[in-house]
């Protein structure tokens, strides 16, 4: 009987690929295959088909739009806009098919009505605290030149007691150095009572830091999140 060959590196075919590469090679032809699948004002709009879902939650301004938008190489996808607190529905994003980035409306701007914030503020808590199976883990966003302020650190209390799987992300360190932003990175960590390992520090302008979201998105999701090259984030 024939021993199969053994692809070697060389032989100029498929063959020398193997399952990662292949992979690799397939996403060098595309971004990752994102929409937004909902723009939901009302609980009852919820996706109910049990896909995992990741919260993005944090200030206005802190930078949402622009880490899912970097996140699955489409600068368009989440709209950025320089006016406060312009997102006031929970708007689900569906990757691939397979997982929600769901984008929750931001905190603690001026530009809308103590009114205005309490006709959609029902809306988040009954998201975050629906017990809902599929939402598997939240990110909160803080911006590295404001720090956590009091929100941040309740919302990361609360997380907690619903039972939220909550890790924090500083955004806008395109202009830290290493060691200042290791610094605020461990001085974030312990404001908001998070394990170090559960604190990151990302650039979406630079791409830096996005490995160990797109690490926390794989755990959480089971999707993995690649530049459009097929590269690691």
Not at 70 to 98: D, I, M
Not at 154 to 183: H, M, P, Q, S, Y
Not at 219 to 230: A, Y
């Amino acid at each position: 009987m024939r021993t199969p060959v053994q692809p070697r590196a060389g032989m100029g075919s498929e063959a020398n690929f193997g399952p990662k590469q292949r992979q690799s090679r397939a996403h060098e032809e595309r971004d990752l295959d994102a929409d937004l699948a909902i723009d939901a004002a009302d609980r009852s709009l919820f996706p109910s088909e049990g896909l995992p879902e990741v919260a993005i939650i944090g200030r206005s301004n802190v930078g949402k739009s622009t880490l899912i938008n970097k996140l699955v190489g489409r600068k368009g996808l989440a709209r950025t806009s320089n006016s406060p607190g312009r997102t006031r529905r929970v708007h689900f994003y569906l990757v691939e098919k397979r997982m929600y980035l769901v984008d929750l409306p931001g905190y603690g701007y001026a530009a809308i009505s103590k009114q205005e914030r309490r006709a959609f503020a029902p809306l988040v808590d009954s998201y975050l605290a629906a017990g809902r199976e599929s939402l598997r883990g939240a990110l909160v966003l803080v911006d590295v030149r404001r720090g956590a302020q009091d929100e941040e650190r309740e919302l990361v209390v609360w997380l907690r007691e619903v039972g939220i799987d909550a890790r924090a992300v500083l955004t806008k360190c395109d202009k830290l150095g290493r060691g200042e932003l290791e610094r605020e990175r461990r001085a974030l960590a312990t404001s908001l009572g998070l394990p170090l390992e559960r604190v990151a520090a990302v650039s979406a302008k630079t791409g830096a830091g996005l490995g160990a979201l797109a690490a926390w998105l794989l755990e959480w999701s089971g999707l993995e999140f690649r530049r459009p090259d097929g590269g690691p984030l």
